[in-house]
């Protein structure tokens, strides 16, 4: 199974790369965590910020095949703790599809990445910076892993 973290942004401080890069090289082949970013709209003092959102999602869209479970990072999701997560991975790679994780930019994911979802994820009530969102979801990624693995990690 492939996890694929959809990220509106790029060109990352080092210490997002880094952090990012360490979790994700530690999961095994059959839980692969693939980050594709996506360039950010153009946002200038009179920028229209719903129309840079939707062409965000736009773009993301374009990435996800029609047989894909696609899961929004979004405030108004399901907040998971570690164990419904290592539950959940348990399920997708029963499932046999690719999963495709959606992190949207400054003004959050648009509306039609969010109708597209079949599952919603918040990570926490708080707003997070969105470098810091890749480096969270690396980590609990690999954590889940770790408890269906038996690993020690998570303790």
């Known amino acids: 199974m492939q996890i694929h973290l959809l990220a509106i942004g790029n060109r990352m401080p080092e210490w997002v790369t880094k952090g990012y890069q360490d979790y994700a090289k530690r999961l095994p082949r059959e839980c692969e965590l693939v980050l594709r970013e996506i360039p ?84 926490s009530p708080l707003t997070l910076p969105h470098p810091l969102v890749r480096i969270l979801v690396a980590e609990q990624l690999y954590r889940a892993h770790t408890i269906l693995s038996h690993h020690p990690y998570h303790r």
């Open 40 to 123: 950010p709209g153009k946002r200038g003092k009179n920028a229209d910020l719903e129309r840079i959102r939707e062409e965000e999602g736009e773009r993301m869209l374009a990435l996800i095949q029609r047989d894909d479970h696609v899961i929004a990072l979004d405030l108004e999701g399901k907040a998971w703790r570690t164990e419904t997560l290592a539950a959940e991975m348990a399920r997708w790679l029963s499932m046999g599809q690719r999963i495709i994780l959606l992190v949207g930019g400054p003004e959050g994911l648009a509306d039609a990445c969010k109708a597209r979802a079949d599952q919603a994820w918040s990570l």
